[in-house]
């Protein structure tokens, strides 16, 4: 076994300590249920199945979903099956997957580097392209991504972020410069099928997806035009190219020909999206999303892990070496700089919110660019290593220990954020608070509570194995503030003084407005809430709240 390859999966068992460790905090989100969890739970017990918008696949009475968001597909549903089959409905169990996506992912993000670099470096046997070796710039990224806060937690929430995005669009990458460099044709078709996974999985990858089919095209009419035979593209090519391409979005385009519902979402936010983010504010959002690639690079996004630690010089210094890659080999650093940039770009559009968790896609890519540009920095040219002048010595000594210094402080970043998630439990909607509501409630017989909020119903469904089944009647119309109907809802509950309701306590109230409106419907009709349980987080603060209405 060679060094490289030894120095590769040591930082791929670094990476799995660094993720599995208490993998039970912080709590269960809510997207991490009701995008997995929710209906891989309810498959495996014989629960009838919620699918989004009741759009799905009927079999043998009973319909399995397409989609668990109008722009996020089920893969994640089915990919879990197995794991929650075998090993119980749980939290880790749940959790196993996204952490082992994310184990693909540095593999693919490796691949893809080191082909990248291959193909730069024109590596060849008998004058014909040779399999890519693992690079320096491979290693790099590997260690780099494996040891970073980013990719360590929300790998281990990954379905909160959609974390299965990463591995199709880095085997996208991977096989489309594959492609490129040897010109065998099932490479185009794998990149196809990955870039419709990719899409189906979550449609924010066309991010990356779409920049990348540009430049590939690119280059690939200026190999074309310089005679590059490898690269002849034969129709049956093209078509089993396409056909890759569509399958995995099949299911995305049969849940828009019964609902609509991707259609309608991207329409309806056009201008300005749910949570109210003016699309047309170029400018505003740009800077928005340039700071959030800065802060994935610090790593100090993680406040509901109990603190925040941050890298201060990771930007800068991965910033440096950008630019002095450009310099030293800008062929070799500028395409995949351009990827990131188009993608970042591209990322100023939303259906709902400038969420930095969007950014989950983009920062191992980021921290990939810069080990391109290291990799630049330290490769070969003709000369041998005894005839390097003074200043190259110096530049790469300065650039080693610059990357040394960054691994340590992300290294010693995400051993804190355990132990501060040791001893918090996690914040807000990540506090592991929703544990004891969802067993309180199973064991006490509260089956059907009414939820006047968001983020409880399928947290609580999937803690509870199905036992507890909340009622949802805040409405979806906005989060600032009930429609007009929320009162006509409340009052059919309000009829049975018997009825439990579920509420956030008041500064952790996520859709506004039904809690003050659920307080003034009781009191008109003479009658005075009860506050029959709170639970808190670790820290004493107040989160969740059972009241009747006696």
Not at 377 to 394: D, G, I, P, W, Y
Request: glycine letters at 8%; charged letters at 15%.
């Amino acid at each position: 076994m060679t060094l490289r390859r030894i120095a590769l999966l040591t930082g791929l068992a670094l990476y799995l300590a660094l993720a599995f460790h208490q993998l039970g905090l912080p709590g269960l989100h809510y997207d991490e249920a009701r995008e997995a969890g929710l209906n891989a739970m309810e498959i495996l017990t014989g629960a009838p199945i919620t699918a989004f918008r009741g759009v799905g696949v009927e079999v043998m009475g009973r319909t399995f979903p397409l989609m668990v968001q109008d722009y996020i597909g089920a893969l994640n549903v089915y990919l879990a099956l197995p794991f929650l089959a075998f090993t119980g409905i749980g939290v880790p169990n749940l959790r196993a997957l996204p952490v082992l996506c994310g184990l693909l992912a540095l593999l693919l993000a490796e691949r893809s580097i080191s082909e990248w670099m291959a193909w730069r470096s024109r590596t060849t046997v008998d004058g014909r392209p040779s399999p890519a070796p693992i690079s320096f710039a491979g290693l790099l990224a590997v260690w780099w991504i494996a040891a970073s806060p980013g990719f360590v937690f929300w790998s281990r929430q990954g379905v909160f972020v959609t974390n299965v995005t990463q591995v199709f669009v880095f085997l996208c990458i991977w096989q489309t410069i594959r492609w490129l460099r040897i010109g065998r044709p099932a490479a185009l078709v794998i990149a196809a099928l990955a870039a419709g996974l990719a899409l189906y999985a979550k449609l924010l990858a066309i991010w990356v997806i779409a920049p990348l089919a540009l430049f590939a095209l690119l280059a690939w009419l200026r190999r074309r035009r310089a005679g590059d035979k490898p690269l002849a593209l034969a129709p049956s090519t093209l078509g089993l190219a396409a056909l890759a391409f569509a399958a995995p979005l099949t299911p995305l385009i049969w849940f828009n020909l019964q609902s609509g519902g991707t259609l309608s979402s991207i329409v309806a936010n056009l201008g300005r999206s749910y949570y109210g983010v003016d699309n047309l504010a170029l400018g505003a959002n740009l800077v928005t999303r340039l700071g959030q690639l800065v802060q994935i690079l610090r790593g100090d996004q993680f406040w509901y892990l109990g603190a925040v630690f941050a890298n201060p010089v990771a930007p800068w210094v991965g910033l440096l070496i950008v630019a002095l890659g450009l310099l030293r080999a800008p062929q070799q650093v500028a395409p995949p700089l351009s990827l990131l940039l188009s993608a970042v770009a591209l990322s100023i559009f939303t259906v709902s919110d400038l969420f930095i968790t969007h950014y989950a896609l983009l920062q191992p890519l980021a921290l990939g660019v810069i080990a391109v540009a290291a990799g630049a920095l330290f490769a070969q040219r003709s000369r041998a290593k005894a005839s390097l002048s003074t200043s190259l010595r110096v530049l790469r000594s300065l650039t080693a220990g610059l990357l040394l210094a960054v691994f340590i402080v992300d290294l010693a970043n995400t051993v804190a954020y355990h132990r501060a998630l040791a001893q918090s439990g996690g914040l807000a909607d990540h506090s592991d608070a929703s544990y004891h509501l969802a067993y309180h409630l199973r064991y006490n017989g509260l089956g059907a509570p009414v939820a006047l909020d968001w983020g409880i119903d399928a947290t609580v469904r999937f803690l509870s194995e199905g036992a507890v089944t909340p009622i949802e009647i805040f409405g979806y119309t906005s989060p600032a503030a009930p429609d007009d109907e929320f009162e006509q809802r409340l009052a059919v509950f309000l009829d049975n003084p018997d009825n439990v309701y579920l509420l956030h306590s008041e500064q952790a109230t996520v859709f506004q407005g039904r809690r003050e409106r659920f307080f003034a419907a009781v009191a008109a009709r003479g009658r005075t809430p009860v506050l029959e349980r709170r639970f808190t987080q670790r820290d004493g603060a107040a989160l969740y709240e059972i009241w009747k209405a006696p």
